[in-house]
């Protein structure tokens, strides 16, 4: 990727940035709920119409719509994100807590998912329409089939609460904690995975290259790992770059299954308490990562494969 | 005999492409095989390599290579064979290359499946075999993608790695059609001088009946999966026998009232 593509992505970054947080602050403004009524019914109290206009005030939840908007982002320009209201502390701090366990999570499911998917897949492919393809494909259309809520729901039944291999409690990072939840998130990405992985590599045993090196005597194995895998490779990482972003900005509803002190839950609660400030962090968060995932992606292309490097296209 | 193929017959699925295919070639000797698109040319020599595509099946006949029935090949017999004592020569030797690799490392990974040399021995030998395809600055071709060679130069690297074991059988699948006139008799006069001096035979298909009739000893005419002529290519060219020939003959284009051919 040229310097002047670069800058070019880069602008365009910034736009869909505030795009997305102008589209995000509307949405939490115009839902139904009170941020101030949910804050001080935590405390189980009557409190006085005072008090609540007084918060408001305090949270400057009592300016119209556009004064908050810029409030929020000059605040973010100089780096503060603001305070979140139902944590009390910076919404920075806040996303930071919740970081570990998402990343964590994330890194040992990409793993996992690729430990199951990339052999799947290859030996899927290789094994075209006969019976190992017909089973691997039966598995993974199971898998994509089962919603992970319910995988998850089983998994802590059957392994946790029945075999005892495993804690059901979380909500704290540890290992053997991590292993339910990646197993959750394992099989359900896998699944798509394998199938993915299957179409790539089918679709470079088909090149003529393949032809060629049969001609120049190669066994099998060998096309296998020096030009199929390489070439395969190219469609998967964009696929793959997904999924990452997709682990990266936590996943709800897993996390909330094993309660799992990740991003996900994080922001579902933030969410019920209306939580504006910690909600437009994380939304910025996935905006950002996203946006980042794919620049990276398009980046290692430019490394990966020398028909853009050099094409200059 | 170097190569008898007797009573051939290639099917897709359950459609027959080729039937009865019989042909013969000794060492040294150069065969053509011309018709037009579809007329199953292409898949008798893909058949003889054991490298037809999904579909394609041997339904019948034999093919003796230096006395063995290829069909009855294991897959490292295979191996063992394509690529040192029978290779293969594309219409676009780019494609036949993997996009994303270098040519001169695929170069070297082939010499080095097949020969015990090390790095550096098989840098030298690739860098020969491309000088003698008259390619110029072999140390940039070698740095290259396939993709960044033109059309002339792709070929000629092509017929270099074929040729690079020394074959006692070449097959060259169009190996000019893709070329422009001028490159198309120079890549084909420098095909035929490197399988001149090792001795290797030749199987050129094509549908270019006047390269056909430069460089072949022997012709084989096909017309939908079926040979209607064949024998030396002199006598043929002289005294077509078949309707198909004589059109194929007429077809060429003349040039102050001279055939291109004879």
Request: charged share 20%; hydrophobic share 45%.
């Amino acid at each position: 990727m040229k310097r002047k593509e670069l800058v070019h992505r880069l602008m365009q970054m910034v736009i869909t940035l505030f795009g997305v947080s102008l589209l995000t602050f509307s949405l939490m403004y115009l839902s139904p709920g009170d941020p101030v009524e949910m804050l001080l019914e935590v405390a189980d109290t009557i409190v006085s119409e005072e008090t609540i206009a007084e918060t408001r005030a305090q949270l400057g939840l009592d300016k119209p719509f556009h004064v908050q908007y810029f409030r929020w982002l000059t605040g973010v320009l100089q780096g503060d994100m603001g305070m979140s209201y139902s944590a009390k502390m910076p919404v920075a701090d806040r996303l930071w807590q919740s970081l570990p366990g998402t990343l964590v999570l994330a890194a040992s499911a990409t793993v996992t998912m690729l430990l199951i998917s990339v052999p799947c897949g290859i030996l899927s492919a290789v094994y075209r329409n006969r019976p190992l393809d017909y089973f691997i494909r039966g598995i993974s259309f199971l898998g994509v089939s089962m919603p992970s809520f319910w995988v998850g729901l089983i998994l802590l039944y059957v392994l946790g609460l029945k075999l005892r291999l495993f804690p059901i409690a979380g909500g704290e990072v540890s290992f053997d904690r991590m292993v339910l939840p990646t197993l959750t998130l394992a099989i359900a990405m896998a699944a798509k995975y394998t199938r993915q992985v299957r179409t790539a590599v089918l679709e470079e045993l088909g090149q003529e290259y393949i032809t060629g090196a049969r001609i120049r005597g190669f066994p099998m194995h060998k096309i296998l790992w020096r030009h199929v895998l390489p070439n395969a490779c190219l469609p998967l990482i964009t696929l793959l770059g997904l999924q990452i972003g997709w682990l990266l900005g936590g996943v709800a509803v897993i996390e909330m299954v094993f309660s799992w002190p990740g991003l996900g839950k994080m922001a579902v609660h933030a969410i019920e308490m209306r939580d504006y400030p910690l909600v437009q962090g994380f939304v910025l968060w996935i905006a950002v990562l996203y946006m980042g995932i794919n620049l990276l992606v398009d980046i290692s292309y430019t490394y990966l494969d020398p028909r853009l490097k050099k094409g200059g296209c | 005999m170097l190569l008898e193929v007797s009573e051939l017959s290639v099917s897709y699925g359950e459609r027959e492409i080729v039937r009865n295919v019989n042909l013969s070639l000794d060492e040294g000797e150069v065969l053509a095989i011309v018709g037009e698109s579809g007329s199953g040319k292409t898949t008798v020599i893909r058949a003889i390599l054991g490298c037809l595509p999904h579909e394609g099946r041997v339904s019948g006949g034999k093919i003796l290579f230096e006395g063995r029935n290829l069909l009855e090949n294991t897959t490292t017999e295979w191996c063992r064979l394509c690529g040192t004592k029978a290779t293969m020569v594309f219409q676009d030797s780019g494609s036949i290359l993997d996009p994303i690799r270098r040519i001169g490392s695929q170069f070297i990974e082939y010499i080095r499946e097949h020969s015990p040399m090390t790095q550096k021995e098989a840098v030298k030998v690739a860098e020969d075999m491309l000088r003698k395809m008259h390619l110029p600055n072999t140390e940039n071709i070698m740095k290259s993608y396939p993709f960044e060679l033109s059309g002339g130069m792709r070929q000629r690297v092509g017929v270099a790695m074929a040729m690079v074991f020394k074959p006692r059988l070449l097959l060259a699948d169009e190996p000019t059609s893709a070329l422009d006139v001028t490159t198309q008799a120079q890549v084909v006069k420098e095909m035929m001088e490197i399988c001149q001096q090792d001795k290797t035979a030749i199987i050129i298909v094509t549908h270019n009946i006047g390269v056909a009739a430069y460089m072949s000893d022997k012709l084989i005419v096909m017309q939908a999966g079926e040979i209607v002529e064949a024998g030396r290519t002199n006598d043929i060219i002289a005294r077509p026998q078949s309707m198909y020939t004589k059109e194929l003959l007429d077809a060429v284009p003349q040039v102050g009232g001279k055939s291109y051919v004879s």
